[in-house]
């Protein structure tokens, strides 16, 4: 039992927000895609593949992020008692884990045509590459908008689709819808990672966090009204696409960068967020 215990713990499956948000996307691609093929078993059991490939990728990803953080995390508040950070588990036996989610996840990513699979090897790259990204940059969530979104490309082209600008017009406003919820998330640890001299786009925003989130939020809005216009009307896929823009105005009046509750709040929201949006794309 305490092994599991401290599985569930480095993989965070007792915190599926993580998981969640990286499978809407997954979503929202792959329902796209459904509407211009029509193929209801297909697009089911796709929809499954790319449910537990972002659960076991995600759960892979907390344990390498918490692998390279380690030694950061213990000076964090929010995270020193992390199974790594804690020494409750050699980084040797952490490591075996990602192999073994990293090698189901492969199984999972063999199902898929060729392009989708070669999208997938290129989305491990990004998933391992972002943990170093605070080290550089004032802004790894923008790269982890670009990581956690890629399965809006992979579902697009699991249907039998070619890129497309229109994909990547949803991509782009996912990857603002990103860039702010985790600036909201990363405002609980500003204090902390200016002490030890990680970087965030909290930390490069922090005067004018709220207008920096509202203005990324406004861009993702603007781009999925632009992709969709010619289905905007009096039906139930404008209701919801308006009820997914009220949550996300929700989330920047409610959230406070000096009260960790409101801001944890707020983020968790946009689970709520990517499942109205997912029910949106369904009822075009």
């Known amino acids: 039992m305490k092994h599991l215990k401290i599985f569930i713990e480095l993989t965070r499956l007792n915190k599926p927000i993580g998981f969640m948000l990286l499978f809407w996307p997954c979503a929202w691609g792959l329902t796209y895609a459904h509407k211009f093929i029509q193929n209801g078993s297909l697009y089911f059991y796709y929809l499954i593949l790319f449910f537990l490939g972002s659960l076991l990728m995600r759960s892979a990803g907390c344990i390498f992020n918490d692998i390279v953080d380690k030694d950061f995390d213990k000076k964090v508040n929010r995270t020193k008692k992390r199974p790594l950070a804690a020494n409750n588990i050699s980084v040797g036996q952490a490591f075996l884990y990602v192999v073994f989610l990293c090698l189901l996840a492969f199984f999972i ?31 790894p969530q923008l790269f982890l908008g670009i990581t956690f979104n890629w399965g809006i490309l992979m579902s697009w082209t699991s249907m039998g ?28 640890d500003m204090s902390d990672d200016e002490i030890i001299g990680l970087k965030s786009t909290s930390i490069k925003f922090k005067k004018n966090i709220k207008f920096f989130v509202g203005s990324c939020y406004s861009l993702s809005a603007l781009l999925l009204s632009l992709l969709f216009i010619k289905y905007i009307g009096i039906n139930f896929f404008t209701f919801f696409l308006f009820v997914f823009f009220l949550t996300l105005f929700y989330q920047v009046i409610i959230f406070k960068k000096k009260r960790q509750e409101s801001c944890l709040m707020a983020f968790r929201a946009n689970n709520i967020s990517g499942l109205i949006l997912f029910l949106s794309i369904y009822l075009i």
């Open 161 to 188: 689709n070619d890129i497309s600008s229109e994909i990547l017009i949803l991509y782009t406003s996912a990857i603002f819808w990103t860039l702010g919820y985790d600036t909201i998330y990363g405002a609980q």
């Open 109 to 139: 990513l063999m199902q898929f045509n060729s392009i989708t699979i070669f999208l997938g090897l290129g989305s491990m790259f990004l998933a391992f590459s972002y943990p170093y990204m605070k080290r550089i940059t004032y802004w």
